[in-house]
Structure formats: C-alpha cells, structure tokens
C-alpha cells in the first residue's frame, strides 16, 4: 500500500513518476500513468469531428502483471486497439513510451 508521503513509482524502472499535465510521467522509460477517463476524452477528440467511441478493452494474458503506482497491487493486462497495456480498475492505466500515441491513431482511423 502507497502512503500519502511515498511518491507513485514508475511500475518498470521504479523512477519517481512525475506531473505531466494528462497524468504523470516517468522520465526514464517515458512510461505514462493516466485515467481512463483521459484516455476516452483523447480518442473522441482524435475524432474528426469530435465524436464518442467505444474503447475495445480486452483481456490479454501474456505477461507478468506489473504493480499499481498508487496501490502496489499487480495490474489487469488488457488491450486497447491490440496494443497490450496494464489497468487498475480502481486507479488508471501504465502505457509504456509510445503506446499511448499508438492507441490514439488507431481510434482515430477506426470504422
């Protein structure tokens, strides 16, 4: 469990995570720690004109589940738009450098 004076930790490399503006970021891996709710604003947007979308979780188990940054626990690994990413349900989602920009290209060329 984190407690209020533990900073959130990068679940890859362990680098305190820093404030980037949509999340926080790790500077050392360029990981990305952001809620869903973000992630669902960023596709509609990438809608030309804005519009909503059905984000296609699903579930993936193909590798070691990685630790929450806020609560330690191991993540839900899913994908989104076929690119394997890491959930907690209770606090958001870990992209790893790059996927983040990928799921949004492909929610914006979807059907």
């Not at 690994?77 to 983040?100: M, R």
């Amino acid at each position: 469990m984190a407690y209020r004076d533990e900073h959130e930790r990068c679940p890859r490399c362990a680098t305190d995570l820093t404030d980037a503006v949509v999340g926080l970021a790790c500077v050392a891996c360029r990981g990305l720690w952001i809620a869903p709710s973000s992630v669902y604003e960023m596709a509609v947007n990438m809608q030309t004109p804005p519009d909503l979308i059905d984000l296609p979780y699903a579930q993936d188990a193909g590798r070691e589940k990685l630790p929450c940054p806020t609560c330690r626990d191991g993540m839900e690994i899913v994908t989104l738009f076929e690119i394997p990413i890491d959930l907690c349900s209770k606090h958001g989602i870990w992209f790893d450098a790059n996927e983040l920009a990928t799921v949004l290209m492909r929610a914006a060329r979807r059907p």
